[in-house]
């Protein structure tokens, strides 16, 4: 399944911005193998991480420098995931990405582009 994240753009502190990730097949289902998709970011001179995460049962998951601001969420008939993400900071800046979280335990994600998100006065 490819993963394809999009709508970084450039932001104010304080403002909020919608990314998306559109897969090529059915994603969050129980019965296949890409049951739980997870956001990362990469900031400027850090290391990827892991922000927030959604399983096929509903179960979400967020680091703690977003949660109470950042929502992930599903529209499993256009087989997109989407972070919403508000109040956002300076330190919101970085390159998202979005990707199968056990592959990524498994270390065998192969990362696209990415979207940049850029917050900034």
């Known amino acids: 399944v490819q993963l394809q994240a999009s709508g970084g753009g450039l932001v104010q502190p ?3 911005l919608r990314l998306s990730c559109a897969a090529s097949e059915t994603i969050l ?3 296949i193998s890409l049951n ?3 956001w990362f970011r ?3 001179g850090k290391s990827r991480e892991l922000v927030a995460t959604l399983t096929s049962s509903g ?3 967020y680091v703690d420098a977003v949660k109470g601001r950042f929502t992930i ?7 997109t995931v989407y972070l ?3 109040r956002l900071e300076p330190g919101d800046t970085g390159v998202y990405y979005c990707a ?3 592959k990524w335990r498994r270390g065998s994600v192969e990362w696209g582009q990415g979207t940049l998100v850029t917050v900034s006065s």
């Open 14 to 16: 304080g403002g909020s």
């Open 29 to 31: 289902r129980t019965d």
């Open 36 to 38: 739980a998709i997870g």
């Open 42 to 44: 990469q900031a400027p």
């Open 59 to 61: 179960g979400t998951h």
């Open 73 to 79: 969420s599903a529209d499993l008939a256009k087989n």
């Open 84 to 86: 919403q993400m508000s």
């Open 100 to 102: 199968d979280v056990q």
